[in-house]
Structures are given as C-alpha cells and as structure tokens.
C-alpha cells in the first residue's frame, strides 16, 4: 500500500486516525496493529519475515545492553542474523547467478524481495549497535520495539529512524495543534511532490528508458535522465516527507532526509543532502568504525570506496547500482585527494553544474535495467544522428509545465518565498511562533495541495513509489 | 504493554478527528447506486474480494479490494473527468494516453491506454514492405466478392474512406513518432494498396483521396475532432460512391454549420460538442420500421447493427445494402437521400457465421446492390473477410490464388494490440485461425511493449497432417533464431501444442516469431473445409499472460 493510493488515503488513514484517538490507553497498540496490517497489505505472509526481524532484534537487544555478559557475541549474532535475512531475500540471486555463477534453482531464483526489507533492517540493526554502545536503553517491551520497526509511516520507504530518536516517544507523548499543523503541512507537499510532480515525470522517464537506447534522439536519452532525475527526487523526497508529515500527527519528530540535494556544490555536499538518514547511518555504524578519517589518507579513501560501495549495493543486488555507488564514490574520494579546495576556487554556477552532471550521470546508471542497458544509455547522449524518437514524443504541455516546476522547486527559492506568508514546516525550531494567518494559509495551501493530488490520484493516473524496491 | 502516556492537546484531538473525518469523505461513495455508476463508467463495476480469500490469497484479496474501493470512491468519475478537460482545454493536450492531439486534430493512436503502440495510425498507413502483399491479397478479395456477386445476379460497389492519419498526414501531432509520421505522409503521397486496388476496378471501386485532399482545409470538413469521417466528409463518400453505382445523378447538397458531439467521446472521457458541415438532405430519406424489422428476422440481426431507410423522392428507385463498420451510420443517410431503399448494417463485432447468413440472405434476390464502405484502416482485413464471407455463403470454393479462406499470415505484421482484460483477444478475433500456407514462411509480430514486465505469449499450435513422418516438419523462430523445443514439440505430435515464448531481449522492440513448414495437405484433404490449397501451420487461442 502506498501513501498516494486510494485505499491508504481515503480509508487506512482515516480509519487508523479515528482508533487512535478513541482508543487512548492503547495507542501504541493501535499503531503497532495498524502498521502490521499496512504490511500484510502489501507483502500478504511476507510479514512473517518482518515479525522475524523483530523477534530477532527484540531478543538480541535484552544480551547486548552495557553490562550484560557476553554481549559482544550476542551483538555479533543479532547483526548476523539481520544480515543473513537481508542477504538472503535481497543479494542471493544476485551473488548466486552474477557473482559465484551457480546454476539456478528454487532457492536462489524467484526470491521474493518483501518491500521495505533494507530500512526496517537497518533499524533494527542501528537498535541493536546503540544499545550495545550505550547510546540507546534496551527496550523491555516487545511490542514498544515493534511499534518503533514497523511504524508504517516509514516502514516501507525510511527515513530510517534510530531507536534513540524515538525511544521517548514511544513511551510519553504530548501532541499538540502545532504538530498536527506542521504533520499535515508536510503531508500535503510530500503528496503534491509525488503526485503532481514525480509521476508526471515518470511517465517521460518510464516511456524513454522502456524503449531501446538505439531508437532515441540525443536530445531524447537527455530528456529521458533529466525528467528522471526529478522524479527519483520528488518521489523519494516526497514519501520522506508525508512520512514525517504523519509521524509528527502521531506525536513522532522523525529525522529530516533531504535538503535541496541540487543546489549543492559538491559531491560530498550532494551526500550531505541526500537521504540524509542512509548516508549518516553508514557514516555511524560503518564508516566511524572501520576509523573514519582518522587512520591516514590511504585508509580514508578506503573507507570512503567501502561505505560507497555498500551504499550501492543497499539500494539494489545489480551491478548498475554498485557502478553508481562507486561512481559517487570515486568523486568523493578525488574531492577529498584535492579537488575540492578547485572546485573552491570556480564560480558557484560551475561548482553545481559539476555536482548535477556528476550525479546526472549517477542517476543514468540508477534508473538503467542493467548495466549495459546503462553504459547504451549514456552513449546514446553523444549519439548525434537524426534518427530516432524525438522529445516531442514524450513532451505535452503538462509536462512541460511540471518540468519547469521541477526546476524551481528543487531549489528553496519557493520555501523562501513562502516564507513571508505561511508557517512553513521546520525541522529545528519548529514550535517557533507565528502570527494565525500565516497558519491559516498554511492550511489552506495543504487543502489546496491535497485536494488537487486527490483529483489526479482518483483519475487514476498514481504510480507506486519508485524507492520501494530498496 | 504498559499503558502508555499519549496525550492530545484538545484542539490537536479536533484536528486530528476533523482530519479523519474528511479523508473518509470519499468512502460515502460506497453508498451510490451502482447501476448509475457503472452507467457512468460505461462497464462494469469490479466486485468485492471474496473473505475467503483473505487467508488463502491475501494478496488478491487486496488488489481486488483496492479495484472495488477505487470504483466506487466518491468524485472518481467527476475527478478522471474534470482532470481530462483540465488537460484538454486548460493546457491543451491530450487527456489521454491512447489518443494523440495537436491543435483541433485529436485522433486515437492505440486502442489501449496501457499500450500505445500506434496501430490506429498504422493501420491507415502500413509500412511500403507490405504494399504489394496488401494489393495482390486486395485485388484477389475484391475480384472475389465481385465474381460472387455477378454469380447472384447483383452489383457491388466499394468506397474506401480516407482516414485522418492519411488526410491530414503533415499535420499529425509530433507525439506520434517521426518515422510513422514519415509513413502516413508516403501513403497519402504515393500509390498505396488503397490507390492501386481502386485503379484495378475503376468501375465498381472508389478511394476518394484526391477529393478529400481538394476539400480538407475547408472548415469543420472531416472534422478534425471526430474519429469518423463525419458531415461534409462523409457526404463527399458517399457521393463518390454513388458516382459508380447509380446512373442517376447525384444532387450535390448545400451544407450548414451545425454543432454536435465529437464521437471521440469514449476515448478523450468526455462529451466535446464541435461544429459539423451537415448536408442539407440530411432529412430526405425517412427512417423504415418495416424494412428494418424485415431484415432483422431474415438474416437474423440484432436491431442495432441495422438502420433502415424509405425515401419516396429517390432518383434511383433501387434497394441498396450498405456493408460496413461503425462509418456506415455516417454516410447511410447521404446514400438513403438517392436511393429509394437502403438498408445499412454495422458488421463491427460480427462473428463469422453471423456474416454468412447475413450475406446469404442480402443476396436471395431482394437487394439490388451491395455498397461497400470501408473506412481506411484495417480496410484490407475486411476486403478479406468479406469475400470468405461471401464464398461461404453460396457454398463456392475460392480460387486458387484468392487470399480469402486461408489467410496469408506473412502478409503483414498481425497486431496483437488487442487483449482484453483477462488477456485473450476480444471476441470475434481470438476465435479467427491465423493459417499459414504450406511451405510459406508466416510471421507474427509484436511490439515489446506489449509484454510488459513478467508477460508472455501463448497459443496453440497445430501442424497439420495425418501422420508425423520426416516429410512433415515445421520450426519456429523467434526473431531469426530457431527455438528448438518448441520445433521438436510440434514435430513429434499431431495434437495442437500449447507453446509459451517469454520477451527475448535480443529481438529488440518487436519481436518476430516465425512458422516455417513443410507443405500440408489441404483443408479439403483433411475434411474439414472446401479449400483444396495446401496447409501449414495453425495459429489460434493466441493469449497475454500474465505473471504478476
């Protein structure tokens, strides 16, 4: 079930919202019971592999808190077993048939991937290493833990929570009017920017990218990345938005995940924007560990080529994903060696046409079916001949107009404007006061938006979100 | 768990309630009658999930009920339309997927909005490869309902009714990709199978596209909007037609601006109402209850294939049956303004045998002529099939070389665009044999998009002949290479094969399966038809399957 559905939007939702608040004592219940049901949902008996995720994580987390005797296997037995299930649901086709080229059978083929598998492990496994390092109180009661992993607000698609960001949630809330403003604020955009602008997107993005490299225009493979770059944008920055647009209606303040990616002015600003909660839980529990920045430049670049890799093969068990981790890493690592103390000395302008060709690129190889198909895709863009299909094929005036959106609002020009007339959403100080009209346009900037996404989702014109598959 | 200390501040408590509340507003659409809302959808509504499939198929179970619940959510229908006239007259683009606009020309391009692959454009303007194929097969079927009817004692005459792609083939929308484009613009400048086969029978056929071409800028004159040719179009048909059939002449009508509904209705999801050039003999002909209701009962059809008219000014004193697709509406009432009588029949949907008893009964000696309207695509397929038809009808073997009964498969690429819903072509075509002649190579060809992730092909397959031995061998080759298992399959047995071929990534966006075989006996060898021409291959039961 996805948030721009009909079934989530005009009966989960307010079916869940209404219990919630009739049923005072057992809200958590009632989050956890919803959230388990918005699973079953979507993965039917898959959810079995989340309530194992759960148990597993539950269990090891009561032998891995500081004091407790043999914790350190238990730590490394609780992380094993998260990883087993993730490589096994996710990576084994993959290593199986590419990598050790074994003959296919049952066991390594048809491997349903159940949604949501690499957040809600890697939540259970940032419980597991916070307990253990003392950062986090292991959590006494199992259904407190499986509220906090299965929290169907960002179940599917993060951001990927840590339990100590929660942890005193889960135990004591007070929601008030202002979070209900901000939730529903959020909700609103992160709708409008799936709905209105990452699908309209997709359609171009799908349409060029379903058809051989060989048939398209130059001008047509450009088209194809660009309108493709604003949807993974729009539709991930979107679902992370409704999802702490809801967590903050529910009484949670999850993390931000996304702050303007394309104004940054370096590869390593672009990851310091960009899914914020995946690259700091890598930059946490692998980076740190393995010594960071602290052992020497060899052993820096190192690390940096690991956590890239790993970030690649996160978001997906092929080879085009890894190339794109790599890709971003490589820059990242000659960014580091020296390049960015150049890249200080261009004007701003290049600084951030460096960083979106770079990440253009990057998203070349994301959105490819493999890599080959990736390696054409990219050659076709040097591909001057007249054949082929032109952009007018998958142009009209919507999507013209929905490009020329994309533009300006993946910059926080908009947010900047806005602010001289509505209470935006804030991550920091967000209870900061502000006069009543400007929440009164605020709520009816939020109509507005969910009344328009409504129009397009009951036309029937949605697609699922695309970070699902992670 | 130990009772929790969640607490709502009381405005948050009303906010989240009121929020609630209005997110639930569409769910009162559970309570709409269904009859009137499956009325407006024009199908039918999809049915709850059975409980019993919760547990057995939970996934079902929801996909089903996600179908029922979007069906039946309050302002659906009223936001899929006002979302497509926001699209149509704010931002002026297509509303839909299936149909491509620029300007005032909208025209359908595929008859399904999930798979767009230009057929109702490409129908009109076929690619130059199957030019001659398409005139040989053409000038066979038409010589064929000719010597038929001469047989009968009647006449036959046939217009060919240019269609948008081809009339307006400069001005088709950029949407549509630039080498079909290219195509229609060759098609409406050159000699195509249309321009041939009605200066092969200059006497009994007429492909009016110089005329329409003379006419096409004059205002409202197709009209642009519409799919049919309608209005002045139509009227011009018909009038050519007539030039051929009648000795009479044809009154040349004055024409009115009047407005009307676009017939595009179905495809853009709402009504347009856009100005027609109607003739002023519009009212010359009055409709006919009897006439109507006496070819209802004689060749057994139902009453909306048939409209029947009585004119008691007609300057030729004949009855004349219009045999024709859904165009035939548009021009019966310019032929009824010459014709004392005239009965036209929409064979859209008909079944083979319906057709047989329909030609039957039109040639038992009532009619004086038989009109054929075919309007520009797939107008080749009808010349066809109604000349098998009308074989069939007086019982007559074809000629040998007539491309009637035993369909050349390689004659052009079969489109396969038009699954239905469970994934079988919709009535009428699934059922219709796809025979390839023995020893000729036969092709089925398939857009990639038709595939779709996780989709494959399948059909029966049947070589014929009464024994397997070394002299009967078939292979089949999916784009050029040979697929072993399946060619062993059909060797080795003489029932029909049920063969399953997946999307090969090698073939590129379309994929080719092609039938070879050794040369079969014949249809009349094997008792089962008349046809004395050698058999190959059966094709038939072709379906989409689906593995989501």
Same mark, same amino acid.
């Given at each position: 079930?996805?948030?721009?559905?009909?079934?989530?939007?005009?009966?989960?939702?307010?079916?869940?919202?209404?219990?919630?608040?009739? #049923?005072?004592?057992?809200?958590?219940?009632?989050?956890?019971?919803? &959230?388990?049901?918005?699973?079953?949902?979507?993965?039917?008996?898959?959810?079995?592999?989340?309530?194992? &995720?759960?148990?597993?994580?539950?269990?090891?987390?009561?032998?891995?808190?500081?004091?407790?005797?043999?914790?350190?296997?238990?730590?490394?037995?609780?992380?094993?077993?998260?990883?087993?299930?993730?490589?096994?649901?996710?990576?084994?086709?993959?290593?199986?048939?590419?990598?050790?080229?074994?003959?296919?059978?049952?066991?390594?083929?048809?491997? /349903?991937?159940?949604?949501?598998?690499?957040?809600?492990?890697?939540?259970?496994?940032?419980?597991?290493?916070?307990?253990?390092?003392?950062?986090?109180?292991?959590?006494?009661?199992?259904?407190?833990? !499986?509220?906090?992993?299965?929290?169907?607000?960002?179940?599917?698609?993060?951001?990927?929570?840590?339990?100590?960001?929660?942890?005193?949630?889960?135990?004591?809330?007070?929601?008030? #009017?202002?979070?209900?403003?901000?939730?529903?604020?959020?909700?609103?955009?992160?709708?409008?920017?799936?709905?209105?602008?990452?699908?309209?997107?997709?359609?171009?993005?799908?349409?060029?990218?379903?058809?051989?490299?060989?048939?398209?225009? !130059? &001008?047509?493979?450009?088209?194809?990345?660009?309108?493709?770059?604003?949807?993974?944008?729009?539709?991930?920055?979107?679902?992370?938005?409704?999802?702490?647009?809801?967590?903050?209606?529910?009484?949670?303040?999850?993390?931000?995940?996304?702050?303007?990616?394309?104004?940054?002015?370096?590869?390593?600003?672009?990851?310091?924007?960009?899914?914020?909660?995946?690259?700091?839980?890598?930059?946490?529990?692998?980076?740190?560990?393995?010594?960071?920045?602290?052992?020497?430049?060899?052993?820096?670049?190192?690390?940096?080529?690991?956590?890239?890799?790993?970030?690649?093969?996160? /978001?997906?068990?092929?080879?085009?994903?890894?190339?794109?981790?790599?890709?971003?890493?490589?820059?990242?690592?000659?960014?580091?060696?020296?390049?960015?103390?150049?890249?200080?000395?261009?004007?701003?302008?290049?600084?951030?046409?460096?960083?979106?060709?770079?990440?253009?690129?990057?998203?070349?190889?994301?959105?490819?079916?493999?890599?080959?198909?990736?390696?054409?895709?990219?050659?076709? /863009?040097?591909?001057?001949?007249?054949?082929?299909?032109?952009?007018?094929?998958?142009?009209?005036?919507?999507?013209?107009?929905?490009? !020329?959106?994309?533009?300006?609002?993946?910059?926080?020009?908009?947010?900047?404007?806005?602010?001289?007339?509505?209470?935006?959403?804030?991550?920091?100080?967000?209870?900061?006061?502000?006069?009543?009209?400007?929440?009164?346009?605020?709520?009816?900037?939020?109509?507005?938006?969910?009344?328009?996404?409504?129009?397009?989702?009951?036309?029937?014109?949605?697609?699922?979100?695309?970070?699902?598959?992670? | 768990?130990?009772?929790?200390?969640?607490?709502?501040?009381?405005? %948050?408590?009303?906010?989240?309630?009121?929020?609630?509340?209005?997110?639930?507003?569409?769910?009162?659409?559970?309570?709409?009658?269904?009859?009137?809302?499956?009325?407006?959808?024009?199908?039918?509504?999809?049915?709850?999930?059975?409980?019993?499939?919760?547990?057995?198929?939970? @996934?079902?179970?929801?996909?089903?009920?996600?179908?029922?619940?979007?069906?039946?959510?309050?302002?659906?229908?009223?936001?899929?339309?006002?979302?497509?006239?926001?699209?149509?007259?704010?931002?002026?683009?297509?509303?839909?997927?299936?149909?491509?606009?620029?300007?005032?020309?909208?025209?359908?391009?595929?008859?399904?909005?999930?798979? =767009?692959?230009?057929?109702?454009?490409?129908?009109?303007?076929?690619?130059?490869?199957?030019?001659?194929?398409?005139?040989?097969?053409?000038?066979?079927?038409?010589?064929?309902? $000719?010597?038929?009817?001469?047989?009968?004692?009647?006449?036959?005459?046939?217009?060919?009714?240019?269609?948008?792609?081809?009339?307006?083939?400069?001005?088709?929308?950029?949407?549509?990709?630039?080498?079909?484009?290219?195509?229609?613009?060759?098609?409406?400048?050159?000699?195509?199978?249309?321009?041939?086969?009605?200066? @092969?029978?200059?006497?009994? +056929?007429?492909?009016?596209?110089?005329?329409?071409?003379?006419?096409?800028?004059?205002?409202?004159?197709?009209?642009?909007?519409?799919?049919?040719?309608?209005?002045?179009?139509?009227?011009?048909?018909?009038?050519?037609? =007539?030039?051929?059939?009648?000795?009479?002449?044809?009154?040349?009508?004055?024409?009115?601006?009047?407005?009307?509904?676009?017939?595009?209705?179905?495809?853009?999801?709402?009504?347009?109402?856009?100005?027609?050039?109607?003739?002023?003999?519009?009212?010359?002909?009055?409709?006919?209850?009897?006439?109507?209701?006496?070819?209802?009962?004689?060749?057994?059809?139902?009453? $909306?294939?048939?409209?029947?008219?009585?004119?008691?000014?007609?300057?030729?004193?004949?009855?004349?049956?219009?045999?024709?697709?859904?165009?035939?509406?548009?021009?019966?009432?310019?032929?009824?303004?010459?014709?004392?009588?005239?009965?036209?029949?929409?064979?859209?949907?008909?079944?083979?045998?319906?057709?047989?008893?329909?030609?039957?009964?039109?040639?038992?000696?009532?009619?004086?002529? =038989?009109?054929?309207?075919?309007?520009?695509?797939?107008?080749?397929?009808?010349?066809? +099939?109604?000349?098998?038809?009308?074989?069939?009808?007086?019982?007559?073997?074809?000629?040998?070389?007539?491309?009637?009964?035993?369909?050349?498969?390689?004659?052009?690429?079969?489109?396969?665009?038009?699954?239905?819903?469970?994934?079988?072509?919709?009535?009428?075509?699934?059922?219709?044999?796809?025979?390839?002649?023995?020893?000729?190579?036969?092709?089925?060809?398939?857009?990639?998009?038709?595939?779709?992730?996780? $989709?494959?092909?399948?059909?029966?397959?049947?070589?014929?002949?009464?024994?397997?031995?070394?002299?009967?061998?078939?292979? =089949?080759?999916?784009?050029?290479?040979?697929?072993?298992?399946?060619?062993?399959?059909?060797?080795? %047995?003489?029932?029909?094969?049920?063969?399953?071929?997946?999307?090969?990534?090698?073939?590129? %966006?379309?994929?080719?399966?092609?039938?070879?075989?050794?040369?079969?006996?014949?249809?009349?060898?094997?008792?089962?038809?008349?046809?004395?021409?050698?058999?190959?291959?059966?094709?038939?039961?072709?379906?989409?399957?689906?593995?989501?």
């Amino acid at each position: 079930m996805v948030f721009s559905s009909v079934e989530f939007l005009f009966l989960f939702l307010p079916v869940f919202l209404i219990f919630y608040i009739a #049923l005072p004592a057992l809200r958590n219940i009632t989050l956890l019971a919803f &959230s388990l049901l918005f699973y079953f949902v979507g993965e039917g008996y898959f959810l079995a592999v989340m309530l194992a &995720s759960i148990a597993i994580n539950y269990v090891s987390g009561l032998f891995v808190a500081p004091g407790v005797k043999g914790r350190g296997p238990a730590l490394a037995i609780g992380l094993t077993l998260n990883v087993a299930m993730l490589v096994y649901y996710k990576y084994i086709g993959f290593l199986a048939q590419d990598v050790f080229q074994l003959p296919a059978n049952d066991w390594t083929t048809d491997v /349903h991937l159940p949604i949501g598998i690499s957040f809600f492990t890697f939540q259970g496994m940032s419980y597991l290493i916070d307990v253990y390092r003392g950062n986090a109180r292991k959590e006494m009661s199992p259904f407190r833990l !499986a509220a906090y992993i299965a929290m169907f607000p960002q179940l599917i698609a993060g951001p990927i929570v840590r339990f100590s960001t929660v942890a005193n949630d889960l135990r004591r809330r007070v929601i008030r #009017l202002k979070h209900v403003y901000y939730g529903l604020l959020f909700f609103a955009v992160g709708l409008a920017e799936k709905v209105i602008l990452a699908d309209t997107m997709a359609k171009v993005a799908d349409a060029i990218y379903g058809r051989a490299p060989d048939e398209l225009q !130059a &001008s047509t493979a450009f088209l194809g990345g660009l309108t493709y770059s604003f949807q993974i944008f729009f539709d991930f920055s979107g679902y992370s938005a409704m999802a702490i647009g809801l967590g903050l209606i529910l009484g949670f303040k999850f993390p931000r995940n996304f702050n303007f990616p394309y104004i940054s002015q370096s590869i390593t600003e672009f990851w310091r924007r960009w899914h914020l909660s995946l690259s700091t839980w890598f930059r946490d529990y692998c980076y740190i560990p393995l010594g960071g920045n602290r052992l020497g430049p060899s052993k820096t670049y190192r690390n940096l080529f690991l956590i890239f890799l790993l970030t690649g093969v996160w /978001h997906g068990a092929s080879w085009n994903f890894i190339v794109w981790g790599l890709w971003h890493g490589f820059f990242i690592i000659i960014e580091r060696f020296g390049f960015s103390k150049v890249l200080e000395k261009m004007w701003i302008g290049l600084r951030v046409a460096y960083t979106l060709i770079i990440a253009y690129i990057g998203w070349i190889f994301f959105r490819a079916e493999d890599l080959t198909h990736g390696l054409q895709m990219l050659a076709r /863009h040097f591909a001057f001949s007249e054949g082929g299909a032109s952009v007018w094929e998958f142009l009209d005036n919507e999507t013209l107009i929905v490009l !020329a959106m994309s533009f300006v609002l993946s910059t926080p020009v908009v947010l900047w404007a806005s602010r001289g007339f509505i209470a935006p959403p804030a991550y920091g100080a967000w209870m900061k006061r502000n006069p009543m009209w400007k929440y009164g346009l605020g709520v009816a900037l939020a109509a507005i938006l969910i009344i328009v996404s409504s129009v397009k989702i009951l036309a029937g014109t949605y697609s699922p979100f695309i970070y699902f598959r992670f | 768990m130990k009772i929790e200390r969640v607490r709502f501040e009381p405005l %948050s408590l009303a906010a989240i309630l009121a929020l609630g509340v209005l997110f639930a507003i569409p769910l009162l659409g559970l309570f709409q009658d269904e009859e009137d809302l499956a009325r407006r959808q024009n199908r039918a509504l999809n049915e709850a999930p059975e409980w019993s499939t919760l547990v057995s198929e939970p @996934s079902r179970f929801f996909a089903e009920g996600r179908a029922w619940l979007s069906d039946r959510a309050l302002f659906s229908v009223d936001a899929s339309v006002n979302y497509r006239k926001f699209k149509y007259y704010g931002l002026g683009d297509s509303p839909a997927a299936n149909v491509a606009r620029e300007g005032d020309l909208v025209l359908p391009i595929a008859t399904d909005a999930a798979n =767009i692959d230009y057929v109702s454009v490409t129908g009109s303007c076929p690619a130059e490869q199957y030019w001659d194929q398409m005139t040989q097969s053409l000038t066979n079927g038409w010589a064929e309902i $000719n010597r038929v009817a001469e047989l009968e004692g009647l006449s036959t005459f046939g217009v060919i009714v240019p269609s948008k792609p081809v009339l307006y083939a400069d001005r088709l929308p950029r949407s549509i990709p630039s080498e079909i484009r290219a195509q229609c613009v060759y098609t409406a400048e050159n000699e195509s199978p249309a321009v041939r086969i009605a200066d @092969s029978f200059p006497d009994t +056929l007429t492909y009016p596209l110089a005329d329409f071409m003379a006419e096409r800028d004059v205002d409202h004159f197709y009209p642009l909007e519409n799919f049919h040719a309608d209005g002045m179009a139509a009227s011009r048909a018909a009038q050519s037609l =007539i030039y051929l059939s009648s000795l009479e002449p044809f009154r040349e009508p004055e024409f009115t601006i009047r407005e009307g509904n676009a017939d595009m209705e179905p495809a853009l999801g709402f009504a347009r109402r856009v100005n027609f050039q109607r003739p002023d003999y519009a009212s010359a002909a009055d409709r006919s209850n009897i006439l109507d209701r006496e070819v209802q009962q004689g060749a057994r059809l139902r009453g $909306n294939q048939i409209s029947a008219f009585f004119n008691a000014n007609a300057a030729d004193p004949r009855r004349v049956a219009i045999i024709a697709n859904s165009f035939g509406a548009r021009i019966a009432p310019d032929v009824a303004s010459h014709y004392a009588e005239t009965v036209q029949i929409n064979t859209n949907g008909m079944n083979r045998q319906t057709l047989i008893r329909m030609f039957r009964y039109l040639m038992d000696g009532s009619f004086d002529q =038989i009109l054929f309207v075919m309007h520009e695509p797939g107008y080749y397929n009808r010349v066809r +099939l109604f000349a098998d038809a009308m074989l069939e009808a007086i019982s007559l073997e074809p000629d040998e070389n007539a491309g009637a009964r035993v369909a050349d498969v390689s004659f052009g690429p079969v489109s396969f665009s038009e699954f239905d819903a469970r994934g079988w072509l919709p009535p009428g075509q699934n059922t219709e044999l796809r025979w390839s002649k023995g020893g000729r190579p036969a092709f089925i060809d398939i857009p990639r998009s038709l595939f779709g992730e996780g $989709n494959s092909i399948q059909m029966r397959v049947r070589l014929f002949g009464p024994e397997v031995s070394d002299e009967r061998w078939a292979r =089949i080759l999916v784009c050029g290479q040979e697929d072993a298992d399946i060619t062993d399959r059909l060797n080795s %047995s003489l029932e029909p094969q049920i063969l399953e071929i997946e999307y090969d990534a090698e073939c590129g %966006s379309r994929m080719t399966i092609e039938f070879q075989s050794s040369e079969q006996p014949s249809g009349a060898d094997l008792g089962l038809t008349q046809d004395r021409r050698q058999l190959g291959i059966r094709v038939d039961e072709i379906q989409r399957v689906s593995r989501r």
